[in-house]
C-alpha cells in the first residue's frame, strides 16, 4: 500500500509568483484535504477536495484554490505570493464511507519559502 | 480564537515512566477527535482516535480519555520509550471533517 506522497519537497519562489504543489493520495482514499502549518504551530485547514469537488474551506484567501484528479490525485495552488505564505503544505488523504468517521494520513509536506 | 488548546508547549519524561499530554477544546459540536506525532521533516503520523460517544480508547501503549463534561482529552503513553520523543498534535473534527489543531507539545522522553 502506498502512503501520500507529495512534490516537491522545497521549494523557494518571490513575492507575487505563483506556486503549484501536488499530492497523490493513499491507494483507496477518495478525499483529500490541505494544511498550512506555520512554524510552531499547528496545521490549519485551507481546503478539502471529495470526488473533485470542493467540499469545506477554511480561512484562506480565494488566490488558495485547489483541484482533485480522477485518480484522487491533487494540487494546491497559491497566487500573487506574499511572505506570510512560507509555511509547511501539508496534504492529507482519507477514505469516505458515507457517515462513517474518517481518518486523515499525512504526507510529509512541502517547505515552501517566499523571499 | 483558538478552539483546541495544548497548554504545555514541552514536556520531559524519564524512559520507562508514563507520558500524560493534554488538549482542551471549546466547540461541543467535535465529534472525532484524533492524536498525531511528528517528526521532524515528516508529517504528522496518525496515533490513535476516539469518538465522541466513547471515553476510552486503547492501542497498545497508547490510550486516549475524552472527558466531554470537561471538554478535555488527554494521551497517556505507558511505558514511554526514547523513540516516542517528537511533537504530539490533538485535533478535532469539525462539520465537513475538516480537523482544527492544538499547536502542539514536544515530549522528550530520557534515557
Known amino acids: 500500500e502506498t502512503g501520500v506522497t507529495q512534490s516537491p519537497t522545497h521549494l523557494i519562489k518571490t513575492r507575487g509568483q505563483q506556486v503549484t504543489l501536488r499530492c497523490s493520495s493513499q491507494?483507496?482514499?477518495?478525499?483529500v484535504s490541505w494544511y498550512q502549518q506555520a512554524l510552531g504551530q499547528g496545521p490549519q485547514f485551507i481546503f478539502q477536495?471529495?470526488?473533485?469537488?470542493?467540499?469545506g474551506r477554511g480561512n484562506f484567501p480565494p488566490r488558495f484554490s485547489g483541484l482533485q484528479f480522477p485518480n484522487y490525485s491533487s494540487e494546491l495552488n497559491v497566487n500573487a505570493l506574499e511572505l506570510d505564505d512560507s509555511a509547511l503544505y501539508l496534504c492529507?488523504?482519507?477514505?469516505?464511507?458515507?457517515?462513517?468517521?474518517?481518518?486523515?494520513?499525512f504526507g510529509p509536506g512541502t517547505r515552501l519559502l517566499v523571499l | 480564537d483558538q478552539q483546541v488548546k495544548q497548554n504545555s508547549p514541552s514536556l520531559s519524561v524519564q524512559e520507562g515512566r508514563i507520558s500524560i499530554l493534554n488538549c482542551d477544546y471549546t466547540?461541543?459540536?467535535?465529534?472525532?477527535f484524533l492524536w498525531y506525532k511528528k517528526y521532524p521533516a515528516e508529517g504528522p503520523t496518525f496515533l490513535i482516535s476516539?469518538?465522541?460517544?466513547?471515553d476510552k480508547n486503547e492501542d497498545g501503549r497508547f490510550t486516549v480519555f475524552l472527558n466531554k463534561s470537561a471538554k478535555h482529552l488527554s494521551l497517556h503513553i505507558v511505558p514511554s520509550q526514547p523513540g516516542d520523543s517528537a511533537v504530539y498534535f490533538c485535533?478535532?473534527?469539525?462539520?465537513?471533517?475538516?480537523?482544527?489543531f492544538g499547536a502542539g507539545t514536544i515530549l522528550r522522553v530520557k534515557s
Open positions: 492529507a488523504s482519507s477514505l469516505r464511507q458515507g457517515i462513517l468517521q474518517e481518518t486523515q494520513y
Open positions: 491507494s483507496g482514499h477518495n478525499t
Open positions: 477536495y471529495y470526488r473533485e469537488e470542493e467540499n
Open positions: 466547540n461541543s459540536m467535535f465529534d472525532y
Open positions: 476516539i469518538s465522541s460517544i466513547k
Open positions: 485535533a478535532a473534527r469539525e462539520y465537513g471533517n475538516k480537523l482544527v
